[in-house]
């Protein structure tokens, strides 16, 4: 399967506990997202890479909340400290960005879905 | 800021009728549309996008959207609907401008009844 992993797809935590995700893209894609998804609502927006660095955060994503994309390829998202309301469903998707103008669309992973108790 | 609004949480239609899924958004300037759609326990399928040119963009499995620029609207359609079409449809938008994040709507929940 050469689209876009995500790993674990669930985690169930107790709250204050620390939890990691990682997300493997489509190989050739530069720029890889997170989303996070909860019940009823559509993907929100929670930060971006372009390559390794990180060019965006969303104010959703709180100092509890870092995301690292090392070598380019794979991401990480480590929650800390975690609390009920950071149950949801995390998406990481990724794109191929050629040039400024052209843009293609986002490729999604199958989430991983966590549940803080 | 951009958003997206889906007016409707479900649609029921029968099978062989035509879908539509109503789409507004609000952005400056032009915007790029995506509409996917997302099956129990699944990620998030590309559906179909609307860049620039026609109005009228064919995507996957049959489905089509206009883009209509006066009514900040990108409906989606099929012209017949099968019971596999029974799934959580979403619309995004995101700006022109070099942020690259999509904005969704709530979804809508499409149920075809055989």
Excluded at chain 1, 19 to 41: A, K, M
Excluded at chain 1, 80 to 107: K, P, V
Aim: proline letters at 4%; charged letters at 20%.
């Amino acid at each position: 399967d050469t689209g876009v992993s995500q790993d674990p797809r669930h985690k169930i935590t107790k709250r204050g506990q620390n939890v990691t995700f990682r997300c493997d893209p489509i190989s050739e894609h530069n720029r890889l997202y997170w989303y996070r998804q909860t019940l009823g609502q559509g993907p929100e927006f929670l930060t971006y890479f372009q390559n390794e660095a990180q060019l965006e955060k969303s104010r959703l994503l709180s100092d509890r909340f870092s995301a690292e994309r090392p070598k380019g390829s794979f991401s990480t998202l480590e929650i800390q400290r975690t609390e009920q309301g950071d149950s949801a469903m995390y998406l990481c998707a990724s794109s191929l960005g050629l040039r400024e103008g052209i843009y293609n669309e986002q490729f999604f992973g199958p989430g991983t879905r966590l549940t803080v108790l | 800021a951009q958003s997206v609004a889906q007016p409707e949480d479900q649609v029921n239609v029968a099978e062989g009728n035509p879908l539509t899924v109503k789409c507004t958004y609000s952005v400056s300037g032009n915007p790029y549309l995506f509409w996917y759609v997302q099956y129990p326990n699944r990620g998030l399928q590309f559906l179909l996008k609307y860049i620039t040119g026609d109005n009228l963009v064919k995507g996957s499995y049959g489905f089509e959207a206009e883009f209509n620029k006066s009514q900040t609207s990108f409906h989606l359609k099929k012209p017949s609907a099968l019971v596999s079409d029974s799934a959580l449809y979403f619309c995004a938008v995101r700006g022109r401008s070099n942020d690259y994040k999509l904005s969704f709507g709530a979804g809508t929940t499409v149920t075809v009844r055989a």
